[in-house]
């Protein structure tokens, strides 16, 4: 039988109100209180070491959480990419119109499901996440205009048009109006303006 180490313990000041929560949580939970805040602050540090803080990895848990609920699956991207190489070049305009549809779809889904939060900004944030390899993506404001930049290195040209196409569909179904897109292999550039006030 191993003997059981006893740890030192600190006092620290916390809020009365996130106490009384964790102290509920806990007795739901069936976990003694001091057990539960603890191992919920072994899970800050296990962040840290991740080189994420707790709420980046709590947020990103949430937008996978939404992304399995809308129905998104996981796939190789080299299956995609074989797929695609061969339809792409005779069903080029029926695909992007597929991609188009669901990103209509997907963004009806994320207005209807983001509740706080800027839906956009949401999807910005769970294309990162995503499997598509951005390495960066930004949201610039201009004025009353905004610009949506991605990069990635793994992206073909025709999946960077696919992905254009479904990105133009999220941000029509969120109310913006696409005033400009340029696109390259792995690059995507998309100027749009909030729309949704106007209707």
Not at 30 to 40: D, I, T
């Given at each position: ?87 792409y070049p005779g069903e080029g305009d ?16 994320l207005s209807i499901k983001i ?85």
């Open positions: 039988m191993g003997v059981r180490v006893r740890r030192e313990t600190k006092l620290i000041r916390v809020y009365s109100d996130l106490v009384a929560k964790l102290n509920e949580i806990s007795n739901r939970e069936g976990v003694p209180f001091m057990e539960y805040v603890n191992s919920a602050l072994e899970q800050v540090v296990r962040a840290h070491r991740l080189g994420r803080s707790i709420k980046e990895v709590v947020d990103s848990y949430e937008r996978m959480l939404i992304q399995r609920e809308a129905g998104l699956v996981m796939a190789p991207l080299e299956a995609l990419n074989k797929i695609v190489e061969r339809f029926l695909l992007e119109g597929i991609w188009r549809e669901a990103g209509l779809w997907y963004g009806k889904y509740r706080d939060g800027e839906p956009l900004e949401v999807f910005r944030d769970m294309l990162k996440d995503s499997g598509w390899g951005i390495r960066e993506i930004n949201l610039e404001r201009r004025g009353d205009r905004k610009l949506l930049k991605c990069f990635s290195l793994t992206l073909s040209l025709e999946n960077t048009r696919l992905l254009m196409n479904f990105i133009e569909g999220v941000m029509e179904a969120l109310g913006y109006k696409v005033l400009e897109r340029n696109c390259l292999r792995g690059v995507i550039e998309i100027e749009f303006r909030d729309e949704s006030n106007k209707k």
